[in-house]
């Protein structure tokens, strides 16, 4: 199941989009050889680049633990506690891939990224 999130510019009239799609897979070993373990998680996807031309790698997201900023902290907010739902969590990371973050933003360890060029 796939969600795309469209990012509209009023001063370029551009859009990009960004994909949330939900997926689950089937563990295909485990120690004992056999596993009918599932795993679900989130997976973040766009085509579109940042302002200093840079893409984005697909971000994977396994539960309302893994937040935003290097799993430490929420990109919004100088929160660290888990995202209380999944619209909560979607709008975070959106917030995230619009407006960038500074390096160790919110003392989160994370790297530089610019901001989502529309």
Do not use: W
């Amino acid at each position: 199941m796939s969600v795309a999130i469209d990012i509209y510019s009023n001063s370029s009239g551009n859009t990009v989009s960004v994909s949330v799609d939900f997926a689950a897979e089937v563990r295909s070993s485990s120690f004992d050889g056999i596993s009918t373990q599932f795993e679900y998680f989130f997976k973040f996807t766009t085509g579109g680049v940042d302002t200093d031309g840079n893409g984005y790698s697909p971000r994977i997201v396994g539960d309302l633990t893994d937040l935003a900023l290097n799993r430490q902290k929420q990109a919004a907010t100088n929160t660290a506690t888990a995202y209380t739902n999944i619209k909560n969590m979607i709008v975070d990371y959106v917030y995230d891939y619009i407006y960038g973050h500074a390096a160790d933003k919110f003392s989160s360890g994370v790297a530089y990224k610019a901001p989502l060029s529309i």
